[in-house]
């Protein structure tokens, strides 16, 4: 089992930047895949960004340029740096992690199942 605390979120003006931080804690296997989740009020979740132990990332389409996902040196830390933010931005974000193995490495980090999620951290863009 994963342990995964996101923090960074706030209240911001559109335009501005924020970093969001996720520490994973725990079972963290050698082959993953991490990677950040948004719901918006009354709205279904959208996967937003994902990276695996190689570094590998993949963006919503949306929102290619304005967010960027990254690891720490220890690999037990995801952030995902948001710049431009806009009003529509504005939902719960939540890390994810997951094992992952050389089939699902294959079909992408945006395209896996993930059990072990975050509380989340609220991000909120006035215009």
């Known amino acids: 089992q994963v342990q995964l605390v996101e923090s960074g979120g706030g209240s911001v003006q559109a335009g501005g930047s924020l970093r969001l931080s996720c520490q994973a804690s725990g079972n963290i296997a050698k082959s993953y895949c991490m990677g950040w989740f948004r719901q918006a009020p009354g709205m279904g979740g959208e996967g937003v960004a994902f990276i695996n132990r190689y570094g590998i990332t993949s963006y919503a389409d949306s929102l290619k340029g304005r967010f960027t996902i990254s690891q720490g040196s220890a690999r037990n830390t995801l952030y995902l740096q948001m710049n431009s933010l806009k009003p529509e931005d504005t939902a719960m974000y939540y890390c994810?992690?997951?094992?992952?193995?050389?089939?699902?490495?294959?079909?992408?980090?945006?395209?896996?199942?993930?059990?072990?999620r975050g509380q989340g951290t609220q991000v909120t863009v006035s215009s």
């Open positions: 994810a992690a997951e094992t992952a193995t050389v089939a699902t490495l294959s079909r992408g980090c945006e395209n896996m199942r993930y059990d072990n």
